[in-house]
């Protein structure tokens, strides 16, 4: 057990807080400006808020604006993708990059 008069030294340089959309985009950058860094999410998938929502949700901003960096979604998708694309296409980002993600992971304090 650690003394909490003396934490642990992380072995990453930054936490990000959670594997939505935002948590995804910022692991990108981080990887992109090579800094060390983990992803947590007490969910067990990444972008868990997409994939359980009704199946008539669409995003309220197009596709030119709701994409991952460098990669644009599918014309098959629409202008305004579904949340089932949404989260394919979140998953689909996330296994084509080598993400530091540990996923069922909670947060108590920062």
């Known amino acids: 057990m650690t003394d909490p008069q003396h934490p642990q030294r992380a072995a ?3 936490l990000v807080i959670g594997a939505g959309p935002a948590g995804i985009a910022t692991a990108y950058a981080l990887e992109q ?3 060390s860094y983990k992803v947590v999410d007490r969910a ?3 972008g868990s808020t997409w994939c359980r ?3 008539s ?3 309220n901003a197009s596709r030119y604006y709701s994409h991952m960096p460098e990669v644009p ?3 098959g998708y629409g202008i305004f993708p579904t949340g089932a694309q949404y989260y394919t296409y979140l998953d689909g ?3 084509s990059h080598d993400f530091n993600i540990e996923l069922g992971v909670t947060v108590h304090s920062v």
């Open 12 to 14: 990453e340089d930054v």
């Open 33 to 35: 400006a090579n800094i």
């Open 44 to 46: 067990q998938v990444i």
């Open 53 to 55: 929502l009704y199946p």
């Open 57 to 59: 949700l669409t995003l």
């Open 73 to 75: 979604f599918p014309r």
């Open 93 to 95: 980002f996330v296994k």
